[in-house]
């Protein structure tokens, strides 16, 4: 864990399944504090994995390395364009030895600790239709929007988003790493305490189980590592149709020295006891 | 246009509202979205046909369109649909159809057969002669096909053509009309094999949000960044290639798309009708004073709350959040919005109220104290102060 980042606790989990009707695992992901990613890696024979897997290596390089936490958001555009650029070669190779119609790509979805003046928060990244959500307060809230045709559709007002689990066109994604075109993240960034847990997961969880299910097993589980193994397990018993794979993060210890809250409780001792203790 | 003279097929009454007439559709729209008219004038007048029309209608989604009226005419068969303040009569082989878009809370959808006469209504009048008209963009607040007859006075011409209406607000104007259409269009023929993102709907969708992206017209140096198209990706920005074997590209659910990006372009937020406030500005255009004595440059958004967050924002414009205290949690979690403006705020800061629960007050110098309306920007002028209620109150300065 970075130096400036000592004041807060991570616990997590990480869980994930090939599923019942997939014979290769295409999904990766990377549980390595402050950094957290889950890719969904696409195209079949042996190259979806390989981008999902180029995804969580860079990533990881940054978990190792140390990142600039006050420039959250360039850093992790870098290291997607990286991504981009050795899934892109990847691909040109393969399709250069002959294999007119190779192509590899991958979802992205991460999640890293950066740091702003007020104190550390959560930057998130999303390329795709894998998943970050926020539990807190027994309540789930998908914190990113899918890069999806259905979704487009459900903003447009085309459709409803109950009607964009069952849309035909459902797994059509419109943002990936990996395509010819350089396709640009959605950043959202979060303060710590507003996120009790984080979980980020691929669409074979979310296209499985329902919000319900996912929150009453978020809520029930208190160890992270069990909440991400419950959740892929649900997601298999449940049909299992496409490789799952969650990571759940819970922040545990936010002692930074003037947290919001720690503001608040220093103020109102000050003003019971008439004197700070 | 004295060809068309004789196929002059309507006639309009002056207004609020304006009027896209081309040779395969007629869109109306409210005053607010004069951004959006000129983007759709391109295609109409280009010939768009009634899909193709409503796809770029919709293409950044209903809640911000309040209203608007599409009618196509192809083949004997007549396509209407109604959104919001609008009223439509037809008299037709089946007898008179009369629509109004303000009873469905989505649009009013009909398709109509054998139509002899429409009549459409709507926004107020500001005239009361009729005009005809062969095709163009106008001003109006009514449309009568075939004309009414004996128009007061006869138009050459069809003179309302484009130029007087619109013209007057340059900084829309340029931006959007001179924008050539959809721009990845680029070579279509330069197909690669790679299976992604594809786009056999290229040619549909000037993605409205694309309008701001030039903006030229300022006489001043721009004192923005203009929003870099940000190039660290690797990959060249190949146009979409066609087709090609989607069958192959799944992973047996996930798929990259065979759909054109630009066409879901989402709306930045912002005053709807204009172009997209430059996120981040070259030098701050205002200084934020807190009641906490904490001072903060607009030169990006700035979110300010109880416990702000950001959402949905590209790597180059992260906004700066703003924390301020709230014992009572009388301030919502992320409260209210101040980022340099555009258009006609371009220069200053605009304050935006975010839907907060408790509402945001604002006292403008030698003006009386003014509650934001929720997602309806305001210009700051120096020696503004912004209220968001618990003491806690933000002064506006020059930077």
Same mark, same amino acid.
């Given at each position: 864990m ?8 991570? !616990?997590?989990g ?8 997939r ?7 990377l549980?390595a ?7 969904d890696? *696409? ?6 994995d ?11 390089r940054?978990?190792?390395e ?6 959250g ?7 997607l ?8 070669e990847?691909g ?6 002959g ?17 702003d003046?007020e ?11 894998s ?5 807190a ?10 890069h999806?045709l ?12 109950a009607?964009?689990?069952?849309h035909?066109?459902? !797994? ?9 075109d ?13 996120v ?11 296209? *499985?189980?329902d919000d319900?299910?996912m ?6 589980a ?19 149709r496409d490789?799952?794979?969650?990571v759940v ?10 947290s919001?809250?720690?503001?608040r ?13 | 246009m ?18 896209i007439?081309?040779?395969?559709a007629? $869109? ?17 007048d280009?010939?768009?046909g ?44 089946d ?11 989505t649009?009013?959808e ?8 429409m ?27 075939? &004309?009414?007859?004996d128009p ?13 209406p619109v ?5 829309v104007e ?7 259409v959809?721009?990845?269009l680029?070579?279509v023929?330069?197909?690669q ?5 594809g786009?056999?709907h290229l ?7 694309a ?8 006489d001043?140096p721009p ?10 990706f690797?990959?060249?920005?190949? &146009? ?5 074997g ?7 659910m996930t ?6 990006s630009?066409q ?15 996120s ?12 906490s ?14 416990? &702000?967050?950001?959402r949905?924002?590209t ?7 703003v924390t ?11 409260h209210?919005? $101040?980022r340099?403006?555009s ?35 305001v ?15 933000v ?5």
């Open positions: 970075t130096e400036q980042f000592r004041g807060v606790e991570l !616990h997590h990480a869980a994930t399944d090939v599923g019942l009707v014979e290769v695992n295409e999904d990766s992901f549980a504090p402050p950094v957290f990613v889950v890719a890696g *696409m195209g079949g024979h042996e190259s979806g390989v981008a999902s897997a180029i995804v969580v290596e860079e990533f990881g940054l978990a190792d140390g990142y600039d936490a006050r420039r958001a360039e850093v992790v555009a870098a290291t364009g990286t991504c981009q650029e050795r899934i892109a990847f040109a190779a393969h399709r250069a030895r294999t007119r119609s190779f192509y590899a790509g991958t979802t992205a979805v991460v999640a890293l600790l950066v740091e003046d104190g550390p928060k959560w930057l998130l990244a999303n390329l795709g239709d998943r970050i959500y926020r539990f307060d027994g309540v789930l809230d998908q914190v990113s929007v899918d999806s259905v979704q487009e559709l459900v903003d447009a007002g085309t459709i409803t988003a009607d964009a689990a069952t035909p066109e459902r !797994h059509v994604i419109t943002r990936a790493l990996g395509g010819p350089r396709a640009e993240a959605d950043y959202f960034l979060l303060p710590l305490p507003s009790e847990r984080l979980l980020l997961c691929s669409d074979g969880v979310t296209g *499985m189980i319900a299910t929150a009453e097993i978020l809520g029930r208190a160890d992270p590592r069990d909440a991400a193994d419950q959740l892929v397990a649900a997601a298999v018993q449940a049909g299992g490789n799952a794979t969650a993060v819970d922040v545990v210890g936010l002692a930074t020295e003037n919001y809250d720690s503001e409780q220093r103020v109102s001792l000050e003003q019971k006891l008439g004197a700070l203790p | 004295s060809d068309e003279r004789d196929q002059i097929t309507r006639s309009f009454r002056p207004g609020e509202w304006f009027g007439f081309g040779e395969h007629t $869109v109306l729209l409210p005053p607010s979205e004069k951004a959006r008219v000129a983007a759709l004038w391109e295609i109409v280009d010939g768009a009634f899909d193709e029309t409503l796809d770029a209608l919709i293409a950044t989604g209903l809640r911000d369109l309040p209203g608007f009226v599409l009618v196509s005419e192809t083949g004997g068969e007549t396509k209407v649909v109604i959104r919001g303040d609008a009223r439509a009569g037809f008299a037709t082989q007898g008179p159809v009369d629509l109004d878009g303000a009873t469905a809370t649009w009013v009909r398709s109509l057969r054998g139509v002899t006469r009549t459409v209504e709507v926004g107020e009048e500001s005239g009361s002669s009729d005009l005809r008209l062969a095709g163009g963009l106008v001003r109006l607040s009514r449309v009568d096909q075939p &004309p009414r007859a007061a006075e006869e138009v050459e011409d069809a003179q309302p053509l484009v130029t007087e013209v007057a607000e340059p900084e340029e931006p959007v009309v001179e924008k050539p959809a721009e990845p680029g070579d023929e330069d197909t094999a790679v299976p992604f993102l786009g056999a040619e549909e969708e000037p993605a409205p949000e309008v701001g992206e030039e903006e030229p017209g300022y001043e004192i923005w960044v203009p929003t870099p198209t940000p190039p660290p690797g990959a060249p920005v190949n &146009p979409p290639p066609v087709g090609g989607t069958d192959e590209d799944h992973d047996g798929r990259a798309g065979d759909w054109d630009s879901f372009e989402r709306q930045q937020p912002g005053i709807p009708g204009q172009p997209p406030a430059p981040v500005t070259a030098r701050p255009v205002a200084r934020l004073v807190f009641s004595g904490e001072t903060v440059d607009v030169d990006r958004a700035v979110l300010v709350g109880r416990a &702000p967050e950001a949905r924002f790597s180059t414009e992260q906004p700066r959040l301020v205290p709230s014992p009572n949690q009388e301030i919502s979690s992320t209210l919005e $101040v340099p403006g258009g006609a705020d371009h220069g200053s800061a605009v304050v935006t109220d975010l839907g907060s629960t408790n509402g945001t007050v604002l006292v403008q110098p030698g003006l009386p104290p003014e509650d934001l309306q929720p997602g309806i920007a210009q700051l002028i120096p020696g503004a102060v912004i209220d968001l209620g618990e003491g806690v109150t002064q506006v300065t020059n930077p």
